[in-house]
């Protein structure tokens, strides 16, 4: 693919000790949109994340005594040079991943967003006075940084879940050490030169890109001085990396699948309802965490729902990201492309049937689907399927659908639609899971906790919860003379 054409500095090199180096090998990075070759990125091994170590551990002292007004500036700057490169991030994304550009430009502001917010929540990193039972004691918690961090981050937001992470770490006062995911390597390295135009220390903020993930990691993972592990992708390495990092006892944080339910009820507002279902189905072509992937309508309104769900969907334009216009990019790889068939492929086998799409196009491209007829047992509804595809399936009664929902091993995001505000906390207070939207289809944003029980993970991102995964309390029991 010509890059020149669009306008995108394309960083190669590893950002490690405030140094851009070359790695003895590299790794091809291809776009979805026609599988061509957009760049030749360093690729990390043991070595380099024992450079990164080192760095971080060296800078850790000056960061952390640093002013919380001093990181806050940095930060700030930061934040004001993701926004002022916008348009140039967002034609990365849509490039090295597929996101539609005009959401990709949506997911720039959202990542910019923690940002901000944690640029202001540095100056609030307050601790407590805790009477004592004893006249000359002075009972203190204070906060403070974790220490060096290591972040290991997904493909399908590849802004946002770096700096829902970076963010909070660095506002805390720690350095953080980010393996991006090998699909989406350069928006990280572009964030890596902001980073780097903002006036942040060397060492304080390091990319390392890696084809393979798990030599580097390892190193990182063992090693003592590195104080915590964040990682945010499937469950199934979420597991593995929490297991290894036992060995350390290093504090972690997970952020993993989800297979989220969307409960319609007969007294919604059908029409929101249908707009903010598809919403949350098919952005980033139902590649997100917190996509629903299963639909659950209360039976009298299902025809009806349906009927309107089925036009919204198919009036959805699927086309190249970099277009202005489209709303539904390629999946972001083969293995991607083949698990949406596999579980499409599953559920008409099985007896559903397609009201709408169900095919591949040429490339990378699955059609929004639509599915009725879905049973217990099909793959769709016991996986996360990672694609445009919409199980629909009716229930009786509310309590019926709360068990539905809740019949999985995830627990990251639900959904549910109603006028009745019984109905709206009874069902909210029902479902396990970190996150519950009512009537809102995509409710993250950078000061609310976002997170998941279950399977989908340990820890929250986003608001003061999100600084607290990276600070440590301290008791300081002071006795007068
Ligand atoms: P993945 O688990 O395959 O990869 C995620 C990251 O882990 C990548 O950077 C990858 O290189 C790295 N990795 C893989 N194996 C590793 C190993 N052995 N050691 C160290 N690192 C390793 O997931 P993915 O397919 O890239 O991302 C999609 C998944 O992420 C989905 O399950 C999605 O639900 C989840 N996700 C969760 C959230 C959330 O906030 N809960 C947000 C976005 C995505």
Known sequence: MNTAALDVPILTRAFIGGEWRTAPRAFTVRTPIDGSTIAEVASCGPDEARAAADAAVAAFDGWRRATAYERAAVLRRWFELMLRDEAPIARLMALEMGKPVAESRGEVRYAAGFVEWYAEEAKRVYGETIPSQFAHKRLLAIR???????????????????????????????????????????????????????????????????????????????DPRIRKLTFTGSTEVGRLLYGQASGTLKRVSLELGGHAPFLVFDDADLERAVRESIACKFRNAGQTCVCTNRIYVQQSVLDEFAGRFARAAGELRVGNPLDEATQIGPLVDEQGLRKVEAHVADALARGATATLGGRPRDGRY??????????????????????PVAPLLAFRREEDAVAMANDTPYGLAAYLWTRDLGRAFRVAEALEYGIVGVNDGVPSTAQAPFGGVKRSGLG???????????LDVKYVSLALP
Request: glycine share 10%; hydrophobic share 45%.
């Open 144 to 222: 403070q940084p974790v220490g060096p961090a290591f972040g290991i981050t997904p493909w399908n937001f590849p802004a946002a879940m770096v700096t829902r992470k970076a963010a909070p770490a660095l506002a805390a006062g720690c350095t953080f050490i980010l393996k991006p995911a090998e699909q989406s390597p350069l928006t990280a390295l572009y964030l890596a030169k902001l980073w780097e135009q903002a006036g942040g220390p060397a060492g304080v903020f390091q990319v390392l890109p890696a084809l393979d993930p798990a030599p580097l990691a390892r190193v990182l993972i063992d």
């Open 366 to 387: 699955f059609e929004p689907t639509v599915l009725l007829d879905v049973r217990p047992g099909m793959r769709i509804l016991e996986e996360e399927t990672f694609g």
């Open 460 to 470: 929250r991102e986003g608001g003061h919860w999100g600084i607290d995964e990276y």
